[in-house]
């Protein structure tokens, strides 16, 4: 829902789907570890619930795959993260008439180090693509304090 | 209906926060810096003044025990701040998960029921925001 607090009319929609769940993972050599997860949503309705009150369908699917060098105080891992929207699977013109796809790509690196007890420092850079054209590279560093 | 809404979100809070168990709570500051890439030169990374860079201040809170059945969630409260010439406030963000963890008699699977949370503003929109997604996995 939009415009929670604004004067204007609330904007709502309603989204369901039924999604399928796969996450995978083990131990390749001592402290490297491999993971991948994978879902996938067939078909996503979404329903807005203001304006022409239209409905979408898509498919949506998701994963991401890292592998990981973990000991007690410090991690590093390397990733990428995906995704793959088929939109306007039944439109007015019928099934797959208008059907079209996006996809993303975004490959990322971590690093995360305890510095002292319950201090730990997070580092990651993510570069994020849409349909095969680089986008921003974004850096995130981010300290937690775990208070119990 | 709003107030409702925002009444609902309240609640479930508080609720949850009173029956968890195996708690945690952590405060954090993250600093989100972007688009470091010059699109001229993929190599070249961008001075600091042009950056887009925000600021995080988050409170994060943990309960329950993932491995077993039962109540198990995460809420974390951020208060944005974009940095430039001076410190701009941002609209504050609040994000939940609560799940509950259940076996049926006789079966070795645990089935999950959540609720997922979202609470902010657009900024690009400049529209206040409040996404609610339910799950049931099994």
């Known amino acids: 829902m939009y415009n929670v607090l604004e004067d204007a009319d609330l904007i709502a929609s309603i989204a369901a789907a039924p999604a399928a769940y796969m996450n995978a993972g083990t131990e390749l050599f001592e402290n490297v570890w491999v993971q991948a997860n994978l879902s996938v949503s067939l078909p996503s309705v979404n329903y807005a619930a203001t304006g022409d009150k239209s409905f979408d369908y898509n498919i949506i699917q998701q994963g991401n795959f890292h592998i990981s060098f973990i000991q007690d105080t410090f991690q590093i891992r390397a990733g990428v993260d995906q995704n793959i929207t088929v939109f306007d699977l039944y439109t007015d013109n019928g099934l797959f008439k208008d059907a079209d796809y996006t996809y993303s790509i975004n490959p990322w690196i971590s690093l995360s180090f305890s510095i002292i007890d319950n201090l ?7 570069l994020y693509t849409t349909d095969g054209n680089i986008g921003p590279l974004l850096a995130s560093v981010s300290v937690d304090y775990f208070l119990f | 209906m709003k107030r409702i809404l925002l009444a609902l979100v309240l609640l479930m809070f508080v609720l949850t926060g009173v029956t968890a168990l195996d708690q945690s709570l952590y405060l954090s500051m993250e600093v989100d810096s972007y688009d470091l890439r010059d699109i001229k030169d993929f190599s070249s990374i961008k001075d600091f003044e042009s950056l887009e860079t925000t600021l995080w201040p988050l409170a994060a809170y943990t309960y329950g025990d993932t491995d077993s059945t039962g109540i198990k969630g995460f809420a974390q409260l951020g208060l944005p701040y974009t940095v430039g010439d001076s410190l701009d406030t941002l609209f504050p963000y609040v994000y939940s998960e609560t799940y509950y963890r259940f076996r049926l008699p006789e079966t ?13 503003k657009d900024q690009t929109y400049d529209m206040t925001y409040l996404n609610v997604f339910g799950l049931f996995t099994f």
């Open chain 1, 120 to 126: 730990n420092v997070y580092v990651k850079p993510i």
């Open chain 2, 108 to 120: 070795t699977s645990l089935m999950r029921t959540g609720l997922i949370t979202q609470f902010g």
